[in-house]
């Protein structure tokens, strides 16, 4: 395992969509334990995706204090109320920007295995789906900045 570099302030970069992940290998075995470190690395980090490492893949990793969940391939199914609460972002340092999202979603996915997963989240844990999901689609909290 090792740290990666987060990517800081590079909206050209961050706003392309991320490629679905084909292969459950070695490699994606490593980027997710590389993100999992560099998260846990992180001071009142929550979520990374693998786009903020530099890599154009579907992978996310979140942490809201419960264990970590890993996402390959994460979708948004479904969508309940609304929160609006202060962001920040491991990808713009420093700022933080009020922002509605769902107070509750479902998200499926796969976890490391290729096996189909389903996480059901509300308040933090849906933000932090969402935020993160918005990075595989080249979305960062700025544009949904109020």
Do not use: W, Y
């Amino acid at each position: 395992m090792s740290l990666r570099k987060i990517v800081t302030d590079d909206l050209s970069f961050l706003s392309k969509k991320s490629k679905p992940i084909v292969e459950f290998d070695d490699k994606l075995f490593v980027l997710l334990d590389d993100m999992i470190e560099t998260l846990h690395s992180m001071k009142n980090a929550v979520g990374l995706a693998a786009v903020q490492i530099g890599v154009l893949k579907c992978v996310v990793v979140i942490d809201v204090g419960e264990g970590v969940i890993e996402l390959i391939n994460p979708k948004i199914v479904e969508k309940k109320g609304e929160q609006n609460e202060v962001e920040g972002c491991l990808s713009f340092p420093g700022v933080q920007k009020r922002v509605k999202r769902p107070s509750f979603v479902v998200v499926e996915a796969k976890n490391r295995k290729g096996e189909k997963i389903t996480v059901k989240g509300e308040g933090l844990l849906a933000r932090a789906l969402c935020h993160e999901i918005d990075h595989l689609n080249g979305i960062v909290f700025l544009d949904r900045a109020e």
